[in-house]
């Protein structure tokens, strides 16, 4: 390949990033050799692992591009795992190494621009889906803070409830409420009379209510005719 060619794959490349990897292995193009030379010089790239292989030959006379009409050279060509661009030559100029490659490019500068990303596209782009995703996250978390807001509130409103219904139920069981409702409390030395039957004529006793006590003496006991 040409000194010409190869600058100006690696130029047009370069001007549009500097971290993209170029191999280059060089190969006869024309003469008794070049088929063989080009063909192992494509085994040997294949090999490597590359993302994709140019093959690529400056302009030149039909004569000087006949190695590229080779079907030894196409069937190499299309036998190779890795994908390939012709770029043999000018705009005009066609091979059979162009309809056996997996893209024809009309110049070797053209096959460069084709392979070569633009480093400024691919920050702007990664820049663009890290926004993106920033965008898509903070949704996520205020949907998801909101959620949780709300399920927060709507336990301490069923607590609340709750805890309501469960004093309501304890201050009707308070003493002092069932005293404030004319209730009475009646104690004998200090002990709570649970029934008439533990009292008896002449007894003290003490008297309770919401407002106060009094003290008394059993006069009188009479029981209920059904008595149990």
Known sequence: ????????????????????DITVIDAKVQGQSAVESIANALLS???????IIIL??????????????????????????TPIISAVGHE???????????????????GAEFVAFSEKEIINGAMLNLNRCKNILTHKVQSLSERVKYNLEKGYSLIDQKAHALISKLSALNPASLLEKGYFKITKNNESISGIDKLKEKDNIKIYDANGTAIAEIKEISYAENRK
């Not at 059979?96 to 110049?107: E, K, L, P, S, Y």
């Open 1 to 20: 390949m040409q000194g010409a060619v190869i600058k100006d794959i690696i130029s047009t490349v370069r001007a549009r990033n500097n971290i993209q």
């Open 56 to 81: 690529a030959r400056g302009g030149g006379s039909f004569e000087e591009l006949m190695p590229f009409n080779n079907e030894t050279l196409a069937r190499v060509i299309f036998s190779l795992d």
């Open 92 to 110: 005009t100029d066609f091979t059979i190494a162009d309809f056996v490659a997996d893209m024809r490019a009309i110049t070797p500068t053209a």
């Open 45 to 51: 790239m294949d090999s490597m692992g590359q993302d």
